[in-house]
């Protein structure tokens, strides 16, 4: 009896894995077209020029359901950017222990941007590029992904506080590395542009590590005085 009872139970529980299993694969694919159809729409009209009706008319589905998956045209514009920003964090969980500051947020971060440019997250290169525009030249969407952003950063600095041993509250250096990436992505940004975009963004973005692995690099056991 008991065996017969098991058994039933069992059976139940992989019906109901395979139904949330299922339920789960639809809204990945529901999210998945509406990013697809929203990055077509800003890519033809326009950032400022795409209505949220627009994206879900394209999809033909509710209102309603888009805001089921996001809160805003800029969320689903940056979602990409937490996708990135997870590949980041487990690039640099990946770094040796022993390596450089710098040097590791900068094979991390090279190595996350490459993945942008060989489409790991659903990116062709001229999506990611003309996103990365947007960042720059938008002010509502700079202005938005700055307040993301600063989750990012923290995530970023307390990473380094551990691999350092220090307290991120007293040691300024994990929030100034952090900070770095910003300034990275934005001089690698501007060099791109100027160069005529012949070059992989990445490639330039390392050559920008460099020049703050020149003059800022030390490694993570190296102490400083705190007041």
């Given at each position: ?28 694919m529901m999210r ?9 729409l800003f890519e ?140 990275a992505y934005q ?41």
């Amino acid at each position: 009896m008991n065996d017969k009872k098991n058994s039933l139970t069992i059976e139940k529980n992989k019906e109901n894995n395979i139904s949330e299993g299922r339920r789960e694969r639809k809204k990945r694919m529901m999210r998945d077209s509406l990013i697809k159809a929203a990055y077509e729409l800003f890519e033809a009209k326009g950032f400022d020029e795409t209505r949220i009706e627009d994206i879900t008319e394209a999809v033909d589905v509710s209102v309603r359901t888009f805001f089921r998956y996001f809160s805003s045209k800029e969320d689903v514009l940056l979602d990409y950017q937490e996708a990135e920003h997870k590949e980041l964090m487990e690039q640099l969980r990946a770094r040796p222990q022993d390596e450089a500051i710098i040097t590791a947020l900068k094979n991390a971060s090279v190595r996350a941007v490459k993945g942008c440019e060989e489409c790991s997250y659903g990116f062709d290169a001229d999506r990611f590029m003309n996103l990365q525009n947007l960042l720059r030249n938008n002010p509502v969407i700079r202005a938005f992904n700055l307040s993301k952003g600063q989750d990012r950063i923290k995530d970023i600095a307390c990473f380094f506080a551990d691999r350092m041993n220090v307290d991120v509250s007293k040691d300024f250096r994990p929030m100034i590395v952090a900070n770095f990436l910003d300034l990275a992505y934005q001089s690698a940004h501007q060099a791109w542009k100027i160069q005529g975009r012949e070059r992989p963004y990445s490639d330039i973005l390392k050559e920008v590590f460099e020049v703050l692995e020149d003059s800022c690099n030390f490694q993570p056991n190296h102490q400083i005085e705190v007041q």
